[in-house]
């Protein structure tokens, strides 16, 4: 199972991005998927989260301009970012609570991370 995360790029204050979180591979269904981001010198944080049947959270500094998706056909789970600010530059990981088959009428949760999408807003 892999983790794509795609659509990161540079942007001006003000404009947008949308980011895309893919997976792929032998999946049963896909549970909890979270957004992070890292800035430099800074610690990761939880930008938004998803849950399997839809529920959303937001942290407070994206609330308004940030919105979370997820397209289960698709094994996907998008971030679309809006008004973006300089203060939003970091590389933004996707999370994902996948769940496998494992045998022997056994399902499994695992967690995965995607492998990081550069998102720059600068003018």
């Known amino acids: 199972v892999q983790l794509q995360a795609s659509g990161g790029g540079l942007v001006q204050p003000g404009g947008s991005l949308g980011l895309s979180c893919a997976a792929s591979g032998r999946i049963f269904s896909i549970n909890a998927v979270g957004w992070y981001r890292q800035a430099p010198g800074k610690q990761r944080e939880l930008v938004a989260s998803i849950t399997s049947d839809g529920n959303t959270n937001y942290t407070d500094s994206v609330k308004g301009r940030f919105t979370i998706s997820r397209d289960d056909a698709k094994n996907t789970v998008y971030l679309q970012m809006n008004s973006l600010k300089p203060e939003d530059t970091a590389v933004y990981y996707c999370?994902?609570?996948?769940?496998?088959?494992?045998?022997?009428?056994?399902?499994?949760?695992?967690?995965?991370w995607g492998q990081g999408t550069q998102v720059t807003v600068s003018s």
């Open positions: 999370n994902a609570d996948i769940v496998r088959y494992s045998g022997s009428y056994r399902f499994t949760s695992y967690n995965y």
